[in-house]
């Protein structure tokens, strides 16, 4: 059965320090990856999605970056964080690009930003 | 920019009574799924209608959908206190290389034992 582990399960970390969130998936192969923030109160924003290795494509301008270096790894990233990029932090995958059998989440990371 | 807007944003019901959460979107889909999440935790795949569907049932889910309003409705039967719980619909853009789902700020559902 399919997978999908993520952590840490809550961060923080201050202001100006880098971050590096992971996420895998274990047991399917070209997963497409995903990683969305939550704010408080608020649905889900996408923030990146990877249809492959090394295909990483952006939703929003914003302080993270992310990589796909192995095909089931999805790392997101900040050289800086801001206060602003405290949020509840999402991984999810799917094997349909249109997510028509439905997106699997991980649980989660909560980044707090001091 | 948030496709999904759910309603309405906020449901107390008693355990025994019937939830029922609306959802608009804006543009043509291929599909609207709906999610459940419950508290500080990652998101649960619930169901999912395509486009030319109008009604689907799994278990005590019943979610129906409208292309022509562009609306959808999630009804929970038989509420438990285990439901509780915030309720997101999804939706996915029609065009080529819809890759990702767009979803709405929830339906923060409360059962009461």
């Known amino acids: 059965s399919q997978t999908i582990h993520q952590w840490p399960a809550t961060l923080v970390q201050p202001v100006g320090s880098p971050l590096s969130l992971e996420c895998t998936v274990e047991?399917?192969?070209?997963?497409?990856l995903y990683w969305y923030r939550q704010a408080a109160g608020r649905g889900l924003q996408l923030l990146f999605y990877?249809?492959?290795?090394?295909?990483i494509s952006s939703e929003v301008p914003q302080n993270l970056s992310a990589s796909r270096p192995q095909d089931r790894q999805f790392i997101l990233s900040s050289k800086k964080l801001l206060l602003s990029d405290s949020g509840f932090y999402l991984c999810a995958w799917s094997l349909d690009g249109t997510g028509g059998r439905g997106y699997t989440f991980g649980s989660g990371t909560r980044l707090t930003v001091v | 920019s948030q496709q999904g807007e759910e309603d309405p944003q906020a449901l107390s019901i008693q355990e025994g009574e019937n939830a029922t959460m609306n959802c608009s979107y804006k543009t043509s889909i291929n599909n609207l799924q709906w999610y459940r999440q419950n508290s500080g935790r990652g998101l649960v795949h619930l169901i999912l209608i395509r486009s030319n569907e109008r009604e689907k049932h799994s278990g005590r889910l019943r979610v129906t959908l409208d292309t022509s309003k562009k609306s959808s409705s999630l009804l929970i039967t038989a509420s438990r206190a285990a439901d509780t719980a915030s309720y997101f619909c999804a939706t996915d853009g029609s065009g080529a290389g819809s890759y990702q789902l767009t979803f709405g700020k929830g339906t923060k559902l409360s059962v009461i034992p």
């Open positions: 047991g399917t192969s070209n997963p497409n």
């Open positions: 990877s249809v492959g290795i090394g295909q």
